[in-house]
């Protein structure tokens, strides 16, 4: 059992910058794959970025170039960079693990509103 908790989220300006981090608890962090997901009001739930526990990492079309994931096994903790934020990143994101048949565990969510 692995839970999940976001942090870093808030009310950000257009063209600002977030640091989200999402802390895990229990075993076997490294050999989850972590993923960041976001879901806007009427939306679908999507993903966003997610990095393997050999390092692979993808993102949505949306936010290439602009945010950037990465974990720290050590700490048990994965991070995503959100870099030139705009109106359309507003949504609640989320972090997930999963793997190997475990999974997948979901955190609580944290709010990003990206807005002048």
């Known amino acids: 059992q692995v839970q999940l908790v976001e942090s870093g989220g808030g009310l950000v300006q257009p063209g600002g910058s977030l640091r989200l981090s999402c802390a895990a608890s229990?075993?076997?962090?490294?050999?989850?794959?972590m993923g960041w997901y976001r879901q806007a009001p009427g939306k679908q739930r999507e993903l966003v970025a997610a990095?393997?526990?050999?390092?692979?990492?993808n993102y949505a079309d949306s936010v290439k170039g602009r945010f950037t994931i990465s974990r720290d096994n050590a700490k048990k903790t994965v991070y995503l960079q959100m870099n030139s934020l705009e109106p359309e990143d507003t949504a609640v994101y989320y972090c997930?693990?999963?793997?190997?048949?475990?999974?997948?565990?979901w955190g609580q969510g944290t709010q990003v509103t990206v807005s002048s």
């Open positions: 990095v393997s526990n050999s390092g692979s990492i």
């Open positions: 997930k693990a999963d793997g190997y048949g475990l999974g997948p565990y």
């Open positions: 229990g075993r076997l962090f490294s050999i989850y794959t």
